[in-house]
């Protein structure tokens, strides 16, 4: 099982990197992007701007699930404190519960 799913992640990774090179090929004309505030302008190859802007967002998007996952995170780590917490206490009344049950038939110790 675990091979297969490294075959099928490696193909993966194989057809997206043949896309991305075929992309690439085809879209190779000169772009230039004009930045607002500035005169500044970038010249460049049209693939630059459109995988630089993919990956950015997917980088945003990143950046926005793992702080979402850090709060749930920081969540779970109070529960679980919580729990031990609660499980302690659970221990510790049953000893006291088995200690007075002792105490109450003291013939068959």
Not at 60 to 71: D, H, N, Q
Not at 83 to 88: I, Q, V
């Amino acid at each position: 099982m675990r091979l297969l799913t490294r075959l099928v992640y490696s193909g993966i990774i194989l057809l997206s990197c043949g896309l991305i090179a075929a992309f690439v090929v085809v879209n190779n004309t000169p772009a230039s992007v004009h930045l607002w505030p500035s005169d500044t302008q970038i010249t460049a190859e049209i693939w630059v701007f459109i995988l630089g802007a993919f990956a950015s967002g997917m980088l945003v998007g990143g950046l926005f699930i793992w702080t979402k996952l850090l709060s749930l995170r920081t969540r779970l780590w109070a529960r679980d404190r919580q729990l031990a917490k609660l499980h302690a206490s659970l221990e510790e009344a049953e000893k006291k519960s088995d200690d007075a049950l002792m105490l109450e038939r003291p013939d068959q110790a």
